[in-house]
């Protein structure tokens, strides 16, 4: 095999190994209960979102120096959103280099940030800044469980997937054991995404995880 060949080989191999370890992102243990709010878990929104000129408000923000860092990552989601996935990246890095790395802020930016990942298609990715947004939470945040969930079903670790939303159901046995309740208990999620839940919910019914 040629030089050049063996080169090409290797980076396919190297490639491979990358995206296998990406896929099998390790968890934390799961906890029987997740009871606790979380004040880094909600969209970062330094101007309404639906305000025609909100591109331009949040700019002026940022010049004057005012709401900055909520300012840049609503900006960085705006760029997602449009498809300019490398300026969104490089305006959430800019928004976290202004804040503590272990910071509730740090975190907020974290949590939003996988969420724009997600609905880019890259569930991967959403799930390592989840889980790093859960890193240094005080308790149990009550987001984790079906959040975590979604990504997992979305990447095909399904017993893994199952095994998350099951303690969302011991928490609010009540809450997550209809899908009917989506709407309301997940507000900010888009349809898709509930629709998804619903048939983690239906796997979930079918075959409940024991515990522990």
Known sequence: MGVTRRIVASAVVLAGLMFSNAQAQSLPGINEFYFDDDVAAKPIHAVAPQQADAVDQLMKLRERGRKGTEATAQLASIAYADGRAELAAKLYQEALASVSEN?????????????????????????GLWLKAAEGTRGNPSWLPQTLALALWKLGRKDEALAWYAAAVRTEPQQWNDAANFAQLLPAWNDGERAQLAEIQQAWAANPPAWP
């Open 103 to 127: 910071s509730v802020q740090a975190r907020s930016l974290r949590w939003n940030q996988a969420w724009d990942l997600y609905r880019q298609g890259d569930a991967d990715a959403a799930l």
